[in-house]
DNA sequence: GCTATGCATTGACGACTGTCGATACAACCA
DNA sequence: TGGTTGTATCGACAGTCGTCAATGCATAGC
């Protein structure tokens, strides 16, 4: 449940108070594993724009538990969102998040 | 020595493979510690645009070898420059770098 | 040469994390 | 009611990572 509250504080143009640094590290550990990665992908490119979990078992090459694992950490993010439908649960992509991260990187400008 | 060709292909716009995902992952996973992450601050916010080793060791509050390891690490990754001078080590950004993983984010337009 | 200083490397330890099998839970169907 | 199916959780294990003290390695000054 890291709360990203930095929307306005890019790397590049301030510098980073240890809170800040912690807040963020945490929200880019989400993003530091290629599955992870990859499920937020297929999440995206989805023509409907959201995903049976069933459907990324298979392309993911893992396990269902661990796939389960990072769905679920990625819902904790902010990064994704989760919707049960009966025995299904289908997921989303929140874009304004990737949006923050995106923003912390540099300034507004250039990126 | 993660080498970054993955400058355009945002996550959001193509599924990423096995090979891009565990790319784009190493190259957040240098982002993804607090630490690393107020050195890089640190750096980018000197107003002469690079700032010596020894001035990083306080401001930090870690050993001296810990922040050689995290500076290390973001040369490494090719966040920071590193340019020895006698006895000294000053380091500088590579802005470029922080780009290529912001696009990486999301549509080139809204980031 | 010798000593001092700034930085990098090594080795070790504790903590965290990705992974899976086993299991629990919840919803649907017969 | 009982059985099946899709997900989430638990427990355990191996691997990785951040950290520091100790050490090595240059460079500068005497």
């Known amino acids: 449940m890291p709360e990203i509250t930095a ?42 724009g959201e995903v049976c979990a069933c459907d990324l078992v298979a392309p993911l090459g893992r396990s269902q538990p661990t796939v389960s694992h990072h769905l679920s950490a990625l819902v904790d993010s902010g990064l994704l969102r989760r919707e049960r439908r009966g025995k299904w649960a289908w ?21």
């Open 91 to 111: 997921y989303s992509v929140d874009p304004d998040r990737l949006g923050i991260l995106c923003r912390a990187l540099g300034p507004v400008v250039s990126c």
């Open 7 to 48: 929307c306005c504080a890019p790397v590049l143009s301030a510098p980073l108070g240890e809170d800040e640094a912690e807040e963020l590290a945490g929200a880019f550990k989400v993003l530091a594993d290629p599955a992870r990665l990859r499920l937020l992908s297929l999440v995206a490119n989805a023509p409907s």
